[in-house]
């Protein structure tokens, strides 16, 4: 029996998707659930796997092909994996006697490239990491896209310049490589670009004392976790909760404009920018104005694991009214931060260092952040904008205005 292999349904949000690796090839076994192909979107990148047991029969998109939702793309002929006859020089095989062990039979000999799948070679040399020195977790020591997705959030693997197929000048030893863009990351180079030349964007700064949240923090923060299922108490929570009682205060912040008009949004879903080995993406709290810091930090903290295995789904990233970016993870003091249209403003965290200050007349040392707040002046006013950030760091400064909401 044939059975079709369509693509999935995408949703509105993305009208098509490009095949980006097969990982068998046709004429081919497979089995029930084992992975066919990715198929990658401006947004994630979409697994299509085996409906049953059989062998693939046809493949009809091939590698760079764009499709659209439920479009044909390959045939598997089902129950057709039992009967295929085994080559003569298989038979040779299974005829000889074992004589290598399972240990040495399922790693590759010396000298050879070790076994590596389409969808974690394209991932590896996106990421310019050394396959050599990736541990293979797969059947006979072959490395998959969970092994390679692992060596990039480890930062372990060697830089590709020692890849012999980059392009090498050998008279001055400088090195080139040229790899496509990935659908992912140009969409979010083609929407930042987009925002900086179709919005009127600025960008206005303060700066917040962290030592009230510092010290709510050490001092709660093992009975927090204990109390939550070893759920950490982090900043990123208290940033949202403050960034959500702001947003109630003053709406044309969580508003977006379509078109002509104007959209005020009765509820606020923030969404939280996450670095990913693919690029930038932003999934979003849904409805973060009924959850309590237990939830948003659970759930960002699910977000991020999500991200780096390249598991976040378009639902989790489609939406929000407004986003926060925390650059300070990564050493950044000071940024503008880049508005993610149709959104009208986003928050720009930065990294906390002690900076002597003037309070009451004397000089202390306190853990200062700086905070941007990019907007879109068509919607939002700089009056409007100022008291929005001087709202956050005043609830930051003294959290239990958040929990009063005062």
């Known amino acids: 029996m044939t059975v079709e292999i369509k693509a999935p349904t995408l949703p509105e949000s993305v009208p098509d998707g490009t095949i980006a690796t097969w990982h068998k090839k046709a004429g081919e076994a497979v089995k029930r659930d084992e992975l066919l192909v990715d198929i990658e979107t401006d947004k994630v990148v979409i697994e299509v796997v085996s409906p049953a047991d059989g062998v693939l029969q046809e493949i009809i998109k091939n590698t760079g092909d764009t499709i659209v939702s439920n479009e044909l793309i390959a045939k598997v002929e089902a ?51 050394d ?45 080139e490589e040229r790899v496509p863009m990935s659908r992912l990351r140009a969409k979010v180079a083609e929407r930042l670009l987009e925002a900086s030349q179709s919005t009127a964007m600025l960008t206005t700064f303060n700066e917040v004392d962290m030592a009230p ?54 509820y606020q879903d923030i969404g939280v920018a996450v670095s990913s080995p693919r690029g930038l993406v932003v999934p979003v709290l849904r409805n973060a104005d009924h959850m309590g810091l ?26 929000g009214t407004f986003t926060i970016s925390n650059g300070g993870v990564f050493g950044s003091l000071l940024s503008t931060p880049i ?16 900076r002597p200050m003037a309070v009451n007349g004397e ?25 929005f950030l001087v709202t956050i760091k005043e609830l930051l400064e003294d959290p239990a205005r958040i929990l009063l909401e005062i």
């Open 294 to 319: 237990a939830q948003i930090e659970s759930q960002i903290r699910d977000y991020g694991k999500k991200a780096q295995a390249g598991k976040l789904s378009i639902d989790e990233m489609t939406g």
């Open 213 to 266: 949240i510092m010290e709510l923090r050490n001092k709660y923060k093992e009975l927090f976790e204990k109390s939550h299922d070893g759920t950490r108490l982090g900043f990123m929570s208290f940033f949202v909760r403050a960034s959500i009682e702001a947003l109630k205060r003053f709406p044309a912040v969580n508003a977006s404009i379509d078109g002509s008009d104007i959209v005020y949004h009765g």
């Open 131 to 175: 396959v050599n020195k990736i541990k293979g977790t797969g059947k006979d020591g072959r490395v998959t896209k969970e092994d390679v997705m692992e060596a990039v959030a480890n930062k372990s693997a060697a830089p590709a310049s020692t890849d012999p197929s980059a392009n090498i000048d050998t008279s001055s030893g400088r090195v």
């Open 363 to 387: 000089v202390k040392i306190l853990p200062m952040m700086y905070l941007a707040l990019s907007y879109d002046h068509r919607m939002i006013d700089g009056k409007e904008a100022v008291q």
């Open 79 to 129: 129950g057709a994996a039992s009967a295929a006859p085994a080559s003569k020089e298989e038979e040779k095989k299974d005829a000889a006697p074992a004589q290598k062990t399972e240990e040495t039979a399922s790693a590759p000999a010396s000298g050879e490239e070790p076994l590596l799948s389409p969808a974690a070679k394209k991932i590896a040399e996106e990421n310019n990491l």
């Open 339 to 354: 508005l993610n249209p149709p959104q009208t403003a986003i928050l720009g965290m930065h990294k906390i260092q002690e």
